[in-house]
């Protein structure tokens, strides 16, 4: 939206939420979402076409256009839970847009959803407003990856806006279209049916996780054949059918997409009876799981089967560089390994809270069991193993002879981003693990 607002001065956008520390937050310097480029974009359009508000009842009233962007997680609990999306969380929206609603508007579901979703949205609004209010809903998934946001948003490979095939539903995708066009070639601006829309969000997130899950799973043989799945990597994305992005391999994928929406597409599919298809994309999911195990164990195994009582030192805590998001990361799910393992953790992120860290872990503050380090320096002080978690640039150029000072002897690091220099690290004495080397 702050990119929308941003572009289109005669636009203007509010954004409301119920949330008020959220919306003071947004309304402040210390914005509560960190994006390189972001702060920049918000501080021009605040307050001239841009406004964040608590005040839903008004912004609904006010609206031309509404989208929908709240929360579609995965169910917790009941029917299904572990398996399709909670759309609680939308439906409570579509509830409030058709009660304040006094006038005709264009809805648009900007959060992920399963295929459907709009046909439910569009009962739910019609079901609970006036006869004289119509509602067109559009579908119009967000692409944008965390850390590139603003380059994504600004410069998209393609916008998708999926709408009904009648006149009402042309004309909607024609106004939305109007509001992209103002910095995309209409030629990227991709107006399809609903259903193509809402599934093409889900199968653009399998299809990428599934490279990744590809490039881990051969990540392995490499270690046992001697090949170098970077080089492997390398060789195979030179061939323009395959591409050289997202192969690189890694201690696995996290984010708060790939896992979600695979999990939708499995549950989709079963639910349609085709189980076979469903059994294929859950191995997507499996693949990652098993990565993320398979580097816990490594630690445990190289430092003599046993981390009971040792210091692990964790670079990394987000779920990839440029981001202080920490959904599905897997740090959270070699911590929680080898915490089950008793060993006691030290971690630094540069950009990730100790509040957040604690919560993910579930750790009381007050723990010996973890120690959160201003620096990475003091958190490998002492530590028997170091493992690179998130590949932060900065990491890159530690000083890994201080680190190696540091460290308990024999000095082990495990690089799960393949980001350090391994002939280096071996050169000062490091005992070195890289994924598929
Ligand atoms: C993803 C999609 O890219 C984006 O289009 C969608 O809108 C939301 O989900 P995001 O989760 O922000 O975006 O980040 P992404 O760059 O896709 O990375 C996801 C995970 O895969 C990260 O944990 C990343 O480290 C990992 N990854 C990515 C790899 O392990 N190897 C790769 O080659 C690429």
């Excluded at 708060?256 to 999911?285: A, M």
Aim: include cysteine; charge should be negative.
């Amino acid at each position: 939206m702050a990119m929308i607002a941003f572009k289109c001065p005669d636009i203007s956008v509010t954004v409301a939420d119920i949330n008020e520390s959220r919306i003071a937050a947004w309304n402040s310097d210390d914005l509560p979402v960190f994006e390189p480029g972001l702060d920049d974009i918000v501080a021009t359009a605040r307050g001239r076409n841009l406004f964040f508000t608590t005040d839903k009842v008004a912004a609904i009233k006010e609206a031309d256009i509404i989208f929908v962007s709240v929360g579609t997680p995965t169910k917790t609990y009941g029917v299904d839970a572990g398996r399709a999306a909670d759309l609680k969380y939308v439906e409570l929206c579509a509830r409030d847009i058709a009660e304040y609603s006094d006038r005709s508007k264009i809805v648009v579901e900007k959060s992920t959803i399963p295929v459907r979703t709009a046909e439910s949205l569009k009962t739910v609004l019609t079901a609970n407003s006036n006869a004289d209010v119509q509602f067109q809903v559009l579908s119009n998934p967000e692409f944008l990856a965390e850390g590139t946001a603003m380059e994504d948003l600004d410069n998209p490979d393609r916008v998708l806006i999926g709408g009904e095939e009648t006149p009402e539903g042309l004309e909607a995708m024609e106004t939305l279209t109007s509001v992209y066009a103002h910095w995309i070639d209409r030629d990227r601006i991709i107006q399809t049916n609903l259903w193509s829309s809402e599934l093409s969000k889900l199968v653009a997130n399998a299809f990428l996780a599934q490279r990744i899950s590809s490039i881990n799973s051969i990540s392995a043989l490499c270690e046992e054949t001697g090949a170098n799945v970077d080089e492997v990597a390398s060789a195979i994305g030179k061939d323009s059918r395959i591409g050289p992005k997202f192969l690189k391999a890694s201690v696995g994928f996290g984010g708060s997409c790939f896992q979600k929406d695979l999990l939708n597409l499995v549950y989709l599919c079963e639910h349609f009876g085709l189980p076979e298809v469903s059994e294929y994309w859950r191995g997507v999911i499996e693949m990652n799981d098993w990565q993320k195990r398979r580097f816990s164990t490594k630690i445990i195994n190289a430092l003599f089967n046993t981390v009971n009582g040792k210091r692990i030192a964790l670079l990394g805590f987000a779920f990839k560089k440029d981001t202080n998001d920490t959904r599905e990361s897997p740090a959270i799910y070699v911590g929680k390994d080898l915490l089950e393992e008793e060993a006691d953790l030290a971690i630094y992120d540069p950009k990730v809270s100790p509040d957040q860290i604690r919560y993910d872990l579930g750790i009381e503050a007050d723990s010996s069991k973890l120690d959160i380090c201003d620096d990475p320096y003091e958190a490998v002080k002492g530590a028997h193993g170091v493992a690179i978690l998130t590949e932060w640039d900065a990491f890159r150029d530690l000083d890994y002879q201080r680190i190696f000072d540091n460290m308990m002897k024999p000095a082990f690091i495990f690089d799960g981003r393949n980001i350090a220099n391994r002939a280096q690290l071996k050169e000062i004495g490091f005992e070195v693990y890289a994924i598929g080397r």
